[in-house]
């Protein structure tokens, strides 16, 4: 998302009450107002200031919303210098073990078991599969969340996972990914719905961060 193709609203269904229902309602207002108030610049001042306080009511929100998650959106995606080649690695995002190692040709991997939650270490020894349970990874290079759907702003949250060189302590590759959730006009109708909230970068261009900056040193 640039500058240039920043939308200023989130509104999608919220603009069919706001056209048929609420802008019939003000300019009923308006007019009702107008009649009690003696002709003027007083009279239009106060009739401009209520045109505009009456237009914000069911957009402002939403416009607060959508300008910080357009400012997020020029930093989201993926972050790193270069593709590093690595024998494996610990996994505490995905639990990707045995697809890592026999897919991706990685030599090992370390993860944590979905149901009992042991450290263990994924390897494959001549065809067969080897699993060591640990007390701690071992592995240099650690992929892991750094935040997990953290409020970032008004109805705005981030996710953040990282690849991290534990013999450095450094990120050497990061990726973002924010997420808005409507204002309360639109919320009235997509609650309905379990609507998840627009995202950036969209699901079809987020990319794997883990398979981008960790390659197999030698594929088995």
């Not at 107008?34 to 939403?62: M, Q, R």
């Not at 979905?114 to 007390?135: C, M």
């Amino acid at each position: 998302m640039n500058s240039t193709s920043e939308p200023i609203f989130g509104i999608t269904l919220g603009w069919l009450p706001i056209l048929v229902i609420w802008l019939p309602l003000c300019v009923w207002l308006l007019r009702k107002i107008a009649l009690g108030l003696e002709p003027g610049p007083f009279k239009w001042a106060i009739l401009g200031l209520l045109g505009v306080a009456f237009a914000a009511i069911p957009v402002a929100d939403d416009a607060y919303i959508q300008w910080h998650f357009n400012r997020l959106c020029r930093d989201a995606g993926m972050h790193y210098e270069k593709k590093i080649a690595v024998d494996g690695f610990y996994d505490s995002v995905l639990s990707s073990g045995y697809e890592m190692v026999e897919k991706r040709g990685f030599r090992f991997v370390e993860h944590r078991k979905q149901v009992s939650g042991k450290l263990e270490r994924v390897e494959r020894v001549g065809g067969e599969w080897r699993v060591t349970e640990l007390d701690r990874p071992t592995a240099r290079y650690h992929y892991k969340y750094l935040s997990q759907h953290e409020p970032i702003a008004f109805r705005v949250r981030k996710v953040e996972k990282a690849v991290l060189d534990t013999e450095t302590n450094q990120v050497v590759g990061r990726q973002l990914i924010y997420t808005r959730y409507p204002g309360w006009l639109d919320g009235l109708w997509l609650g309905f719905f379990d609507a998840r909230g627009k995202q950036c970068p969209t699901s079809d261009k987020q990319g794997h961060l883990l398979t981008t900056v960790l390659t197999p040193t030698v594929k088995q």
